[in-house]
């Protein structure tokens, strides 16, 4: 069964601090990886990981993948309060894209 | 380029009525998805269209259901409203399934059964 695991689920660290947001998977046919940002309203696009150990980087965060051991970090650094948000990993599996259930982050000012 | 647009905004339900949730994108995007989130969880698969005059069912299709017309619209329709059925909504398309083209979402829609 394809499934996609997002850990931890939950995530409260200060401000400055950083993180990182780990995200398993096990689907047929790997094409992609993609990470997303939830604030109030609908998902935003973060990242897409196609290759293993190639970093993706956008200010503050990071991503990188491997595809051996079949898993994907995001990272953030120095966070700031308007980094909490729900981090989301998915995978396209055939026609369908699937989501973990996220991360839940929340910094503390 | 208003993207995907979803209507309503918020809708109450009494249980046992119907609805049909809305959804348009102007992109001309042959994927398109009808995800719900409930509260803290992530997003779980309802419905998807690779094209006009096809659909598949996702993860959770019970209680629901979807037509394709045209490439513009994917409405998704609740025949019998449950409260298990409280949930945000997302519409969401995208260009092609090579390599998991980014999603591009509506803006939800706050379902609440009571």
């Known amino acids: 069964e394809d499934k996609v695991v997002q850990s931890p689920l939950s995530l409260v660290v200060h401000e400055g601090d950083t993180v990182t947001l780990n995200c398993s998977y096990e689907?047929?046919?790997?094409?992609?990886l993609l990470w997303y940002k939830q604030e109030k309203k609908a998902p935003t696009f973060l990242f897409m990981l196609t290759s293993s150990g190639i970093e993706k980087k956008s200010g503050r965060l990071s991503s990188i993948l491997d595809k051996k051991e079949l898993f994907s970090i995001l990272n953030i650094t120095a966070t700031q309060t308007g980094d909490s948000a729900i981090y989301l990993c998915?995978?396209?599996?055939?026609?369908?894209?699937?989501f973990g259930k996220g991360t839940r982050l929340h910094i503390l000012p | 380029n208003a993207g995907v647009t979803q209507t309503p905004k918020f809708r109450i339900l009494k249980i046992g009525q119907s609805m049909t949730l809305q959804c348009t994108q102007d992109m001309n995007h042959n994927y398109m998805y009808w995800y719900r989130q409930d509260p803290g969880m992530g997003l779980k698969l309802i419905y998807y269209s690779v094209g006009a005059g096809i659909t598949d069912k996702g993860e959770v299709p019970n209680g629901y259901n979807v037509s394709r017309s045209t490439t513009e619209d994917f409405p998704l329709r609740l025949e019998l409203a449950a409260p298990s059925q409280t949930s945000v909504y997302f519409c969401?398309?995208?260009?092609?399934?090579?390599?998991?083209?980014?999603?591009?979402f509506g803006n939800g829609t706050r379902l609440t059964v009571t």
């Open positions: 969401a398309s995208s260009l092609s399934r090579d390599r998991g083209s980014p999603l591009h």
């Open positions: 689907v047929t046919n790997f094409r992609s």
């Open positions: 998915a995978l396209p599996v055939l026609d369908k894209i699937i």
